[in-house]
């Protein structure tokens, strides 16, 4: 079934923001349950599933770095390949993707390595106690043996999409986390592996995925295909290119990897193994409810970026107030959901009595200003839409780096705080770096001036 395009210049804001989010939603469903149903199945380990997430959690940091990685190449290449074939310069749109694959399996290999190596010392580090190592070691490296797997998956996906090709670059989500679901609670429970069988059948995913990809850019229907090294080699400039546009994607996931360890070390230090998991928990939780929002804010991203290219500053302002009022409306919700019942959401993951009663205070902290998170995705929406990156870094920045991971140490030591202090490090953050950055979009969007006004994107000057 031929698959049919969005006519951007129609004037319906609505509804192209519509038509772009529902595969946009259906894609990060199928990513969620990629990454979430592991945790799912490891916290319904009879007698251990406690525990267990706590030692899955420890890994965070280290699958964040790997998907720095992946987004490095990935973001950065795909972009350009985009432009090249839109030039008409399939050549260099063929080298330039082939040159992303070859840094992925590359850097893949060095990654195993190096966390084959330093495994035990950074889980160590990261906060993890003699009781959840023997979960988390096991689990990071069998999880490094699927390395290469995994970054060739995600990373070469989007050249399948930059092709044109969204339906199949949609299967490779697809087949990866259904081959998930399906194996992990044979591995876990059925042959009695425990966190190793998920760590298995993470792995196994990511393996069918890969070649998947790697069958799809070799075969007859993709326009660019994959070569041997020989043929393509690996030119510095090249990948100077490739590095700096995905460089903005790099950095915003290292954030992450950043704050997963400072939240893991203070809760190490207040909490105990129980509290590492209760923060799993949540991460996993936040991770199911931010679906909906995000694709709305990646769905309007084309529609932004339209309108602003055409000059049509009226439509840009349209989008921008549908996307906020979404977001608002959305936010509120959960944040209501979240009050009223918040132990539904920690059963999806663990049962345990003591878990939930520790568990409940501390996903109230944690969403207590949600709400402002709305405010953060529809500034971040625009910024990147209207190509402002330096903001866009910027905010993302301001609210982890210098916000966060700071009030993270911090917090606990105000007025015995404790683990409730980690926990509270996430609000704050969100009305700080979250207001800032709406108040900045606000300001931004107010400098283009009148509705007639044509932006410097289009009229072809250079933006300011």
């Not at 192209?16 to 990060?28: F, K, S």
């Not at 105990?272 to 936040?286: F, H, K, L, P």
């Amino acid at each position: 079934m031929k698959t049919k395009q969005i006519d951007f210049s129609n004037g319906k804001v609505f509804e192209n923001i519509m038509l772009a989010a529902g595969p946009m939603l259906v894609a990060q469903v199928l990513n969620l349950m990629y990454n979430i149903v592991d945790r799912i199945y490891i916290g319904k380990i009879p007698g251990e599933g406690v525990l267990a997430l706590g030692g899955i959690g420890l890994c965070f940091p280290i699958i964040s770095l790997i998907t720095a990685f992946t987004n490095l190449y990935g973001s950065g290449g795909a972009p350009l390949c985009s432009i090249e074939r839109g030039k008409g310069n399939r050549e260099e749109a063929e080298k330039i993707m082939n040159t992303s694959f070859y840094l992925l399996i590359v850097t893949g290999v060095i990654l195993t390595g190096v966390g084959m190596v330093l495994g035990r010392p950074l889980l160590y580090l990261f906060g993890a106690s003699d009781s959840t190592i023997r979960f988390a070691l096991p689990y990071m490296r069998i999880y490094l043996l699927g390395t290469v797997f995994s970054m060739i998956s995600l990373g070469m996906n989007p050249f399948i999409n930059a092709q044109g090709f969204a339906s199949t670059g949609m299967t490779t989500v697809f087949l990866g986390a259904v081959v998930n679901i399906i194996l992990d609670p044979v591995f876990i429970f059925l042959l009695g592996m425990g966190v190793e069988g998920a760590a298995f059948a993470t792995i196994c995913s990511q393996f069918l995925s890969a070649v998947f990809v790697i069958r799809f850019l070799t075969g007859k229907r993709a326009e660019l295909k994959l070569k041997p090294f020989g043929k393509i080699g690996l030119k510095s400039g090249r990948i100077m290119d490739i590095i700096s546009l995905g460089a903005a994607s790099f950095a915003m996931q290292c954030t992450n990897s950043l704050v997963q360890i400072a939240s893991n070390s203070m809760l190490s230090t207040f909490g105990g193994d129980m509290y590492i998991s209760i923060m799993t928990i949540i991460n996993s939780v936040r991770q199911i409810l931010d679906t909906p929002v995000l694709a709305i804010t990646d769905g309007s991203s084309p529609i932004l970026s339209y309108n602003y290219g055409a000059g049509n500053y009226k439509g840009v302002k349209k989008a921008v107030k549908l996307v906020v009022a979404f977001s608002l409306t959305y936010t509120i919700l959960v944040w209501v959901t979240v009050l009223v019942i918040p132990s539904a959401f920690i059963r999806i993951f663990n049962s345990d009595s003591t878990l939930i009663t520790a568990a409940v205070p501390a996903l109230h902290t944690y969403f207590f200003a949600y709400i402002f998170q709305a405010l953060m995705y529809s500034g971040q929406a625009v910024f990147k839409s209207l190509n402002k990156k330096k903001q866009a870094i910027f905010f993302s920045l301001l609210r982890k780096v210098i916000i966060v991971v700071p009030l993270t140490y911090l917090l606990p030591h105000v007025g015995n705080l404790g683990v409730l202090g980690v926990f509270a490090a996430e609000p704050v953050s969100n009305v700080l770096g979250g207001g800032a950055c709406f108040v900045t979009m606000l300001f931004m969007m107010r400098m283009y001036g009148k509705e007639t006004e044509v932006p410097c994107a289009a009229n072809g000057d250079a933006c300011c």
